[in-house]
């Protein structure tokens, strides 16, 4: 059955540090205009993380002076479905990779192709 893990906020932020430390140095360097965030609540039940903004796809010679890309990862929605710590772990991993897909303009049909 899933239940809800105690972690704390610092916690759950260090283990998306963690995530972003796994992703390739070659990709993070071509990340551009974007901010991560954890935020306690999502803005809908079992939505675990968000991107909102332009994709590095679609931006053109007009994208300037404009707000960053904005990746929430949300901590309350995704202690409610795990198991275990390393539950956590696992789908923190997952969903920062997700969101950060999207930031390269990779769709969610393509993401549930590879595996996310």
């Known amino acids: 059955m899933v239940g ?11 283990l ?5 430390d796994t ?3 070659e990709l993070t360097a071509l990340m551009r205009n974007v901010v991560i965030v954890v935020e306690d609540d999502a803005p809908e039940p079992g939505l675990l993380g968000l991107y909102q903004g ?11 002076g404009v707000l960053p ?3 929430s990862i949300y901590r309350n929605e995704t202690l409610q479905i ?3 710590p390393e539950d956590v772990v696992e789908e923190v991993r997952i969903t920062v990779v997700h969101e950060i897909a999207h930031h390269f ?4 049909d393509r993401l549930h192709q590879l595996g996310y």
């Open 54 to 64: 332009v994709p590095l796809t679609e931006r053109g010679d007009w994208y300037a």
């Open 16 to 20: 998306v540090a963690e995530a972003l």
């Open 105 to 108: 303009g990779i769709d969610d």
């Open 4 to 14: 809800v893990i105690d972690m704390s906020r610092d916690e759950f932020e260090n």
């Open 23 to 25: 992703i390739p140095s």
């Open 82 to 84: 795990c198991d275990s």
């Open 69 to 71: 890309d904005h990746i």
